[in-house]
């Protein structure tokens, strides 16, 4: 079994400050990452995966991921964040054996000008 | 990527009555997912839907109350039935690919009075 945790419900941060989002999981076997966003009435979108090779992983909209097997963490950063960045963002895992996705309860970025 | 709809994209139904949600994708896969997403909350997901064969529930969620048809390679649908006001969720099918990135649909919002 895996579980995914994410510390932060909610995480407030002005514009063009850095943010860091923190996503820790726990699973007895080799995983895939991924951080997912949710704009307010849509869909999830994928924001970036971690599948092998390089620990820092790059995305969409600026953001990026570095997958720390030690400390099982998989922390999504952006250097500066935009209004636009508001948003649900959810981190999931899957086993490098199967496609189920397990998710984490999701981190509203909220950013004020 | 896939591109993914669902039908309705929102619905207000009645106590006791059933919906019918439809997932329909643009290319051929063999993976596909239903997933719940409470008011406020993460995605939980409902089952597995196979193709000639019937879907796979998780733990808590049963064939009688969510049953799934997977006719074809592109189309799924998921039957919410017998619905009371516990069932208001967002309702989303997604599909994977061969490394278990998964592509999300808009999601089915619904509210059930």
């Known amino acids: 079994a895996q579980s995914v945790t994410q510390l932060d419900s909610q995480v407030p941060v002005f514009e063009e400050a850095p943010v860091e989002l923190r996503c820790n999981y726990s699973s007895s076997v080799s995983v895939y990452l991924f951080w997912y966003v949710q704009y307010p009435n849509q869909g999830l979108q994928l924001l970036l995966k971690y599948l092998s090779g390089s620990t820092l992983v790059k995305g969409i909209n600026g953001f990026e991921a570095e997958f720390n097997k030690s400390q099982t963490s998989f922390h999504l950063r952006k250097p500066s964040v935009h209004i636009s960045d508001t948003a649900e963002y959810f981190c999931?895992?899957?086993?490098?054996?199967?496609?189920?996705?397990?998710f984490g309860g999701g981190t509203r970025l909220m950013v004020k000008p | 990527s896939a591109v993914i709809s669902q039908k309705p994209s929102r619905d207000i139904c009645q106590r006791g009555t059933s919906l019918t949600i439809q997932c329909q994708v643009d290319?051929?896969?063999?993976?596909m997912f239903w997933y719940r997403q409470q008011p406020g909350q993460s995605l939980t997901l409902i089952a597995t839907?196979?193709?000639?064969?019937?879907?796979?529930?998780e733990s808590g969620f049963v064939i009688d109350k969510f049953p799934i048809s997977r006719p074809n390679l592109t189309f799924s649908t998921l039957t919410v039935s017998n619905m009371s006001p516990e069932d208001s969720s967002i309702y989303l099918c997604?599909?994977?690919?061969?490394?278990?990135?998964?592509?999300f649909g808009p999601g089915t919002r619904l509210t059930v009075l």
């Open positions: 290319s051929q896969v063999t993976m």
């Open positions: 839907a196979n193709q000639g064969s019937e879907a796979t529930y």
């Open positions: 999931a895992v899957s086993q490098t054996t199967g496609n189920m996705l397990t």
């Open positions: 997604s599909v994977a690919r061969s490394d278990n990135e998964q592509f």
